[in-house]
């Protein structure tokens, strides 16, 4: 079946305007995370949705960051406000509730100029 | 503070030879431990993991060796392709992996020579 699938695969805004990401993750996979990674860095949590219950968001830099997710299918991260510092590959990832291993998308590179 | 940490930026290694990657952490309350692989412009993939309630496991020519006293473990692979030149992530995360996020190391960049 399909992997988990992310648009845009490049996006180039300017500083100050606002980005959306899309995250379409495996069919029946309950959680969903998104990642960042800088250049020369590991991947930095973000956030994570299991199922229905309140999403763990304690990896969210700043309140510019903001995610969504409708149901157990879609997801988009939005950033307001870009900034410099925001330029980064974004990755989503999708599991199981059975703890089986994250499935990557091949990210979102963010280039803010 | 990095709780998970690869301090070998890079590796490099002949064909055929044995490619050991190295990872500590220092949250003890890890449980399950995972290695990604990563190709240029491509999302990490999943290799393999261990329980921490075990100390080795083997997958081919992957075989990840966990020693808990010392907060370590390591990837070996041999013998070692050309193929498998990528970066290599340690992640660790608590309650076996069934919820919760992955904390991730940041990487070390395998070259395997022909």
């Known amino acids: 079946g399909a992997g988990v699938s992310q648009s845009p695969s490049n996006k180039v805004t300017e500083k100050g305007k606002d980005v959306e990401l899309r995250c379409d993750p495996i069919?029946?996979?309950?959680?969903l995370y998104w990642y960042r990674q800088r250049l020369g860095q590991g991947l930095e949590f973000l956030i994570y949705?299991?199922?229905?219950?309140?999403?763990?968001k304690s990896g969210l830099p700043s309140d510019r960051f903001s995610a969504e997710r409708t149901g157990e299918s879609v997801s988009t991260l939005t950033i307001q406000r870009t900034q410099q510092e925001d330029s980064a590959v974004y990755l989503c990832?999708?599991?199981?509730?059975?703890?089986?291993?994250?499935?990557f998308g091949n990210g979102t590179r963010l280039t803010v100029t | 503070d990095q709780q998970v940490k690869q301090n070998s930026p890079s590796l490099s290694v002949q064909e055929g030879r044995i490619s050991i990657l190295n990872c500590d952490y220092t949250?003890?309350?890890?449980?399950?431990f995972l290695w990604y692989k990563k190709y240029p412009a491509e999302g990490p993939t999943f290799l393999i993991s261990?329980?921490?309630?075990?100390d080795k496991n083997e997958d081919g020519r992957f075989t990840v060796f966990l020693n808990k006293s010392a907060k370590h473990l390591s990837l070996h692979i041999v013998p070692s392709q050309p193929g498998d030149s990528a970066v290599y992530f340690c992640?660790?995360?608590?309650?076996?992996?069934?919820?919760?996020?992955?904390?991730f190391g940041k990487g070390t960049k395998l070259s395997v020579k022909p």
């Open positions: 990832a999708s599991s199981s509730d059975r703890g089986d291993p994250l499935h």
């Open positions: 069919s029946g996979h309950t959680a």
């Open positions: 949705f299991q199922g229905n219950s309140a999403p763990d």
């Open positions: 949250n003890s309350m890890f449980d399950y």
């Open positions: 261990i329980s921490s309630i075990k």
């Open positions: 992640a660790a995360s608590f309650y076996g992996g069934s919820q919760g996020n992955l904390i």
